[in-house]
């Protein structure tokens, strides 16, 4: 396998590999990894649908990629990824796959014409005293110190910050600044999580930092993720074959490890409640998507909180059976052991059948979100909340299937350990309708009506015990690689798999973990899109000094005598050259 950039690979077609139609792949869980194998097994590696079967532990597919109206409950969405166009493999998957309701047109298609027709801009990105706009909204509000602390972790190399929090890294002045503040709630990072994934991501959207404020640089599907990505790749995948079956959970892979090869040789599984041992032979690959982050999701309702006792998941527990045959497996107990309690752990969605609620919220994001465009643009922050609650809103409908009086929000709190300033307990211990009266509050609603409101919505609180696992501190070799050394018909798929550069929490890392397994193990000559390298760049490196800096140039900074004497024969150095050309550019000089 190797990696590729530009379109002369981007639009060729693979050969067929050797001995593809001799072939088989069994992969365990139909989350967006492993549906995203499946195509590329089969667009790429040419084998045949019906050979390639889909182990899945629920009664349906998708993973962490839902959304879905329950009969019981109503609309339920656990959360979304926020998608940008440099996802090189997401795109060069999705133009693949059709349309459910018109096969000429692609997904991607699909998408692009959307985002085209209504972008992505958010007018309001964080909030406080009611529904206030800050002060400061639009600036990143970065001290000189908080700018060399991030510069001096984007130098420092993985290996040094193996284990290592975000808050050993960085002071106090960087955490009261707008950036953490929008960078950590769009991303879901804790002070207390890995230095090394800030890092990646510091590096992976460095071409971002400009858009933090406004969020313009994402995109949004047409509805919710479940129906406008999982539906049309079910379709495509039942329609060329593929095997899916439900209610199978596999207990554990039997590895024969000799002569420094790793081969699965058996899958132990438990279908529809009985036991079953399927043998395989080198032929038969095996995709595992090792770990979950919404494993043992809890909900509860308007009345109840969501229960948060819950028993170690499936996923977990063959993570573990893994790791205990070979070291190179990983090991998920970094991952899902000792979750802090203040961690991110609950989100709801919240119904609503009338427009009392409008006015507040076309305050806020200045759009009418009855409009059929895109509402918040990703979460609007609510600064002085003690869960630091967010609220997002996508286009309405967001379900294909909603009426036209219905507009669903979902809200998050990234600290579950505090009481909240409306509601005085921990988000935990909420019900749908308190978490509803706590995001009402900071909204503005009149205290007087927030009661009458709530109890008319629906609200769904959802207790995800894994949801932030993918950033617990971790070094090298706590995750294993995609294809670990000497394997020769065993991968690892999905977020808890090694890759190089990319980032975890991301549509991007599912799909490329699954094309890198398939292209690995069927030795498939085609290169795989490499993360875009917009760190690389110096034109997007030199537009990110401007913007953490507040859009001052380098003259504008405040600098002591003898930088001072050095920016200015700089600056004499560079006159009339093509650095002094870009440096202009970029607004710096």
Known sequence: MYYSSGNYEAFAHPKKPANADKKSAYIVGSGLAGLAAAVFLIRDGQVPGNQIHILEELKLPGGSMDGILN????????????????????????????????????????????????????????????????????QLTLSR?????????????????????INEVFGSEFFKSNFWLYWSTMFAFEPWASA??????LLRFVH?????????????????????????????????????????????????????????????MTVAGEKETLSLTPDDFVFVTNGSITESTTYGDNNHPAPTEHAIGASWQLWEKLAEQDPSFGHPAKFYKNIPEANW???????????????????????????????????????????????SISRQPHFKQQNPNELIVWLYGLFSDQPGNYIQKKITDCNGQELCEEFLYHIGVPEDQIADIAKDANSIPIHMPYITSYFMPRKTGDRPLVVPEGSQNLAFIGNFAETKKDTVFTTEYSVRTAMEAVYQLLDIDRGVPEVFASSYDIRTILSSIY?????????????????????????KKIKGTYLEEIFRDEHLI
């Open 71 to 138: 009969e019981q409950r109503g609309y339920i969405i656990r959360g979304g990824r926020e998608m940008e166009p440099h996802f090189e493999t997401l795109w060069d998957l999705f133009r693949s796959i059709p349309t459910l309701e018109n096969p000429d047109v692609s997904v991607l298609d699909e998408f692009y014409w959307l985002n085209k027709k209504d972008p992505s801009y958010s007018k309001t990105r964080a909030i406080e005293n009611r529904g206030q706009k800050i002060a400061t909204d639009g």
């Open 345 to 391: 752990v609950i989100s709801a969605t919240c119904t609503f059948t009338d427009n009392r609620i409008v006015p507040y919220i076309k305050k806020i994001t200045g759009k009418d979100p009855h409009s059929g465009s895109i509402v918040t643009s990703g979460p609007v922050s609510i600064k002085d909340s003690n869960w630091l609650l967010g609220i």
């Open 196 to 201: 090394i994934e800030m890092r990646r991501y």
């Open 547 to 571: 913007y953490l800096n507040d859009k001052k140039s380098l003259e504008e900074l405040p600098l002591n005598k003898v930088e001072q004497i050095g920016l200015e024969a700089f600056l």
């Open 208 to 268: 971002h930092v400009g858009t933090l404020q406004n969020m313009s640089a994402l995109k949004f599907t047409k509805y919710n993720q479940y129906e406008s990505l999982v539906k049309p790749m079910v379709k495509y995948l039942e329609d060329k074959g593929v095997q899916f079956q439900y209610d199978t959970i596999v207990n554990n892979v039997i590895v024969n490890r000799t002569a420094g090869q790793k081969i699965a040789t058996e899958l132990d």
């Open 145 to 165: 110190k908080a700018v060399e602390e991030i510069a001096k972790l984007v130098l420092t190399s993985e290996e040094k910050l193996g284990d290592i929090k």
